[in-house]
C-alpha cells in the first residue's frame, strides 16, 4: 500500500534500507525534510541471481534475510567495509529447518558477501534456540507476516528486544498471536494507516531529557508515546 514516513531520520542506515529493500521488489524514496514514501505496489518477488546490497547495518540484513526466506530465491547479500556479524555461522546450521542454506562467498569468513538458496518451503512451526541473534528473530516476525502461510516460532525466552517488536506487531499486525514464549503469525493481517506516526526514540530522548540536570533550565519532548511504551505520556517536561 502507499505510505508516507515523516520524521524519519534519513541516515545511511535508513536509505541502505529503503535500497535494500527495492532491490527485493519494494517501491520505496526519501526526499527532504526527513520523509520515507512507499508508492502502492506487489508483493515483495522472488528471483534467481539477485545481488542485494544492505551496507553496514546488521538489521537490514537480517531483514532482507527474513524477506527472502518465503520465496524461491538465489540471491548474493553484500554489505560494507564492517560487515560482519555475529552468530552467521551458528544460523547457516540452522537456516535448513526453513528450507534454505547460506553460504560464505569468502571461506573462512562469517561475514558478507553470503549467498543464499531458498525454496520458499516453510515449516508450520520452527524452534528458536538462544543461538540465533535475537534481531534475526525480530527481523523474522515483522518477515512472517509477508509469507504465504501461517507459522509458530517456539523461542526459549521472551528478551527485551523482542518485547519491543511484539508491541509494534500488536499494533499494526492483526495475525500475530503470544501464548507463552510461543508467536503465531498469520499473513494478511497487515493493516497501516497512509501516515504512520514514528513513536521518539528513547535513547535519544533520554540524553535530551537529562540536559537540565548539567546546564539548568528546562527541556521538553512532543511526540507520538502510544509505542514508546508504559509510563510515557504525550508531553515530557524536565
Known amino acids: 500500500q502507499a505510505i508516507r514516513l ?5 541516515s545511511d542506515t535508513t536509505i541502505d534500507c529503503c535500497k535494500a529493500l527495492n532491490q527485493l521488489g519494494a517501491a520505496m524514496w526519501w526526499e527532504n525534510p526527513q520523509t520515507v514514501f512507499h508508492r502502492e505496489s506487489k508483493a515483495l518477488s522472488g528471483g534467481l541471481d539477485k545481488v542485494v546490497h544492505v551496507g553496514e547495518d546488521d538489521f537490514n540484513f537480517w ?3 527474513a524477506l527472502s526466506l518465503g520465496q524461491v530465491n538465489q540471491i548474493k547479500f553484500t554489505g560494507g567495509k564492517k560487515s ?9 546450521s540452522w537456516l535448513p529447518v526453513m528450507g ?8 573462512s569468513q562469517d561475514g558478507l558477501p553470503v549467498r543464499l538458496a531458498s525454496s520458499g518451503l516453510l515449516p508450520e512451526q520452527v524452534e528458536l534456540g538462544s543461538e540465533i541473534p535475537a534481531e534475526f528473530v525480530c527481523a523474522l516476525l515483522l518477515a512472517a507476516s509477508a509469507w504465504a502461510e501461517p507459522i509458530v516460532f517456539n523461542l526459549q525466552a521472551i528478551d527485551p528486544l523482542l518485547t ?3 508491541e509494534l506487531l500488536d499494533a499494526y499486525v492483526a495475525g500475530v498471536k503470544r501464548s507463552g ?3 503465531a503469525v498469520t499473513p494478511g493481517g497487515l493493516s497501516l494507516p497512509a501516515e504512520p506516526q514514528l513513536p521518539p526514540d528513547l535513547g535519544t530522548a533520554a540524553n535530551f531529557l537529562s540536559l537540565p540536570a548539567f546546564c539548568g533550565g528546562s527541556s521538553q519532548l512532543q511526540g507520538h508515546f502510544a509505542l514508546a511504551g508504559p509510563g510515557w505520556n504525550t508531553v515530557v517536561k524536565v
Open 6 to 10: 515523516a520524521e524519519v531520520p534519513l
Open 63 to 65: 531483514l532482507c534475510l
Open 84 to 92: 560482519n556479524f555475529p552468530g552467521l555461522a551458528k544460523l547457516k
Open 100 to 107: 534454505a542454506r547460506l553460504s560464505s562467498i569468502v571461506p
Open 164 to 166: 519491543r517488536m511484539l
Open 181 to 183: 514464549t510461543s508467536i
